[in-house]
């Protein structure tokens, strides 16, 4: 089990870097890979990131990929998401998710636990 709440979300500038937070409780938080998903109105909830449970292996969306960051700090039971290059477009509400699932890391259907979600919203 693990419950989620992230942070660091708000106004960005287009160019620019916001860096979101997803703090886990529990003691298990090691045991579950970690997604960042997110979604616009309108829209379907899009895959972002994911990264293993000892974050030695990364997953991105096309969008994204060599613009945003993921990583984790299993002793802070904390996982990250560094945006950069920010457009806007990345306007959504950004979710953590955790899964104890090996495979299909950019399925929403494999994640067990889901965060509120934390509103990024870029200015162009």
């Known amino acids: 089990q693990v419950q989620l709440v992230e942070s660091g979300g708000g106004l960005g500038q287009a160019g620019g870097s916001l860096r979101l937070s997803c703090a886990a409780s529990?003691?298990?938080?090691?045991?579950?890979?970690m997604g960042w998903f997110r979604q616009a109105p309108g829209k379907e909830r899009e895959f972002v990131a994911a990264?293993?449970?000892?974050?030695?292996?990364?997953y991105y969306g096309d969008s994204v990929k060599g613009r945003f960051t993921i990583s984790r700090d299993n002793a802070k039971n904390t996982v990250y998401l560094q945006m950069n290059g920010l457009r806007a477009e990345d306007t959504a509400i950004y979710y953590c998710?955790?899964?104890?699932?090996?495979?299909?890391?950019?399925?929403?259907?494999?994640?067990?636990?889901w965060g509120q979600g934390t509103q990024v919203t870029v200015s162009s």
């Open positions: 990264l293993s449970r000892g974050g030695s292996f990364t």
């Open positions: 998710a955790a899964t104890t699932s090996y495979i299909d890391y950019q399925n929403t259907g494999v994640y067990n636990y």
């Open positions: 529990g003691r298990t938080f090691s045991s579950y890979a």
